[in-house]
């Protein structure tokens, strides 16, 4: 398919862990792929740097263009001047701790930031004369404290900041959809994990420390509640669901889910199993890791999405988590050969990190090789 020809999609959120798998599926379906990344003062393209090419060694299939969800004018303009068929918000601040210390934050950027985008798409729907289809990332924590199985029937009722903003950016979707005819349709998604999740979401957090555990680069994990049940799937067929709730012939609300769930503690179990970590040895709960209300239990009824659109999920949740140990063993092996080699790396694990986020940074590979380039030069 030549540059002209290919269907133009925008993924505002093409940095994280969903927007890297959906570029590699728009990638393979010859889609022409444009992502709105935020100006950082280090690297944030790690997920897509196996699928970018420098533009002069020929055609490029993904460009990235800065902007932000805050800055209206920005998002306007990309719209206009890249003229999408398809448009993916998967931009946020995702993670519903922090939501709790940054809720006004969270608020502009998933609420507002989705109206914003949505208000963009609106008038280029409505001037270009084109027929443009509009994707917002729900999630499952807006069902909150209601009562699982959820589906699309399920009164919603939200126990954090972020899912009252995520909930927010559903309505103002669906007020588009009836208030001007538009292709807008929202997915309500299920937890889903891989080894790209960011490292502080409980399951990459395990998976993570007990591949280091294992090879005795740190010796504590500490969590919170492991009483909490999710409906885990795996992200590539999360966004395999996102885009076909685009490509149905009318827009809606879709549950997107694995229909099973499984307690944090029985994540730990398995996860460990599979590591060959004794847990009950090297877990301890620290209470920070609380949230002021939480989420019990999550369990999706994905029936409309199977029967609509025909989707079914492919991926195991032992599967899942079998990946994630056995990329994170490996991710712990590079480390070790690099501590070996006689690279400093700070201690942890047995002391309180400054904060989740923080360390997990410190912890990511792909800083410590960073570091360590930069030394040589
Ligand atoms: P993620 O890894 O946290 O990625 C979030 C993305 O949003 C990143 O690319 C991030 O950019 C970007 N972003 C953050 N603030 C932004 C801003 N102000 N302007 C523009 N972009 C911004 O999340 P994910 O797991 O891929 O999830 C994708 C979407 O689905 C999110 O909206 C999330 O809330 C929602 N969701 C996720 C799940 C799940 O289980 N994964 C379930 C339901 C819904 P940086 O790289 O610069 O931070
Ligand atoms: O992995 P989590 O942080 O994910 P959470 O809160 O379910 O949210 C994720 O899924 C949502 C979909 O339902 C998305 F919308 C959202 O963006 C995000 O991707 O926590 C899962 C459970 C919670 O009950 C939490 O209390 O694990 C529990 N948990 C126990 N110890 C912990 C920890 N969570 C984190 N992050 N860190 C812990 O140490």
Redesign the pocket.
């Known amino acids: 398919m030549s540059e002209a020809t290919a269907k133009k999609a925008l993924i505002?959120?093409?940095?994280?862990?969903?927007?890297s798998y959906l570029t590699e599926l728009l990638i393979r379906k010859g889609y022409q792929v444009h992502g709105?990344?935020?100006r950082?003062s280090t690297f944030?393209t790690e997920r897509l740097d196996h699928m970018y090419m420098d533009p002069h060694e020929g055609r490029v299939p993904l460009h990235l263009h800065f902007g932000?969800?805050?800055n209206a004018a920005r998002l306007r303009h990309l719209i206009q001047q890249i003229q999408p068929d398809e448009i993916y918000n998967?931009?946020?601040?995702?993670h519903v701790r922090v939501s709790f210390d940054q809720a006004e934050y969270t608020a502009d950027?998933v609420a507002t930031?989705a109206l914003r985008l949505l208000e963009a798409f609106r008038d280029y729907a409505l001037q270009s004369g084109k027929k443009p289809r509009y994707y917002q990332?729900?999630?499952?924590e807006m069902f909150g404290a209601s009562a699982p199985p959820q589906n699309e029937e399920t009164p919603f009722y939200p126990r954090s900041p972020y899912a009252v903003a995520k909930l927010a950016a559903h309505w103002y979707g669906v007020n588009q959809r009836e208030a001007y005819g538009l292709f807008v349709s929202n997915g309500i998604?299920f937890?889903?994990e891989s080894p790209r999740r960011?490292e502080t979401f409980v399951t990459r957090k395990i998976t993570r420390a007990l591949g280091r555990i294992k090879l005795g680069l740190q010796e504590k994990l500490y969590l919170g509640n492991l009483d909490a049940r999710r409906d885990w799937g795996h992200?590539s067929d999360y966004v395999r669901a996102m885009w076909m709730i685009l490509q149905h012939d009318t827009p809606g609300d879709f549950v997107v889910a694995t229909g099973s769930s499984h307690s944090v503690r029985e994540f730990l179990e398995l996860a460990a199993h599979y590591a060959g970590v004794d847990w009950k040895s090297c877990v301890e709960q620290d209470v920070r890791y609380l949230r002021p209300t939480e989420v019990d239990s999550l369990k999706g009824d994905y029936s409309k999405a199977r029967r609509v659109l025909g989707w079914e999920p492919e991926i195991s949740f032992e599967e899942l988590v079998r990946t994630m140990v056995e990329h994170d063993l490996e991710l712990a092996q590079q480390e070790l050969t690099l501590v070996r080699a006689g690279h400093h790396i700070a201690p942890r694990g047995g002391r309180m990190p400054r904060s989740e986020e923080h360390t997990s940074e410190l912890q990511s590979l792909a800083y410590l090789v960073c570091r360590l380039l930069l030394e040589k030069k």
């Open positions: 505002c959120g093409i940095t994280g862990q969903d927007g709105i990344i935020r950082t944030n932000d969800l805050a998967l931009g946020a601040q995702s950027v930031g990332a729900g999630s499952s998604m937890n889903h960011g992200a």
